[in-house]
């Protein structure tokens, strides 16, 4: 395994279809809503066909997620400097991902459950649900790349 820090709007570093797995953790929400297409794009670029993509991220608020919590997490966003957070939640992931490269039907989106150290954070009176930071909730937002692109797969069907 190696590691590099670089920018992730220019991944030209890297040969087109190189990695079979491109993956980011809590990262979209620090990105401008105008910086997220572009780093898309190149992940797109540079995964190989039939590889996977996948974002570790804040969930995105819907009709599911009370407004308490929606409140909370933009009260946190606010008052821990996070300028993009609020703005993430005005972004469509799943079209933009769409225009990266992403179809839909490879688009999928899992939930994931943070284990915390109980010493450190007691766990929620009802045990199950989000608790507001102590047993936080991501979402994984990922997407398999097509084994055939779409200019192919059009030619194909046509």
């Known amino acids: ?41 190149e992940c797109h670029r540079v995964l190989k066909p039939g590889g996977l993509l996948l974002h570790v991220e804040q969930p995105q ?12 997490r933009d009260w946190d966003a606010y008052n821990n400097n996070e300028p993009f957070w609020s703005a993430m939640h005005g972004v469509d992931l799943k079209a933009v991902m769409e225009e990266a490269g992403f179809p839909l039907d490879e688009q999928f989106v899992s939930g994931v459950r943070a284990i915390p150290d109980k010493t450190l954070f007691p766990g929620s009176p009802d045990g199950d649900k989000e608790d507001y930071g102590r047993a936080a909730i991501w ?20």
Do not use: C
């Not at 979402?139 to 046509?158: F, L, R, T």
């Open 1 to 41: 395994m190696k590691f590099v820090q670089a920018s992730g709007e220019d991944l030209s570093r890297f040969p087109d279809n190189h990695f079979d797995w491109v993956q980011t953790t809590m990262f979209l929400h620090e990105t401008s809503a105008s910086a997220m297409p572009r780093i898309l794009s």
């Open 61 to 72: 608020y819907g009709p599911d997620m009370p407004l308490f919590e929606q409140f909370l």
């Open 139 to 158: 979402n994984a937002y990922g997407a398999w790349k097509p084994k055939v692109s779409n200019e192919i797969a059009k030619e194909i069907s046509a």
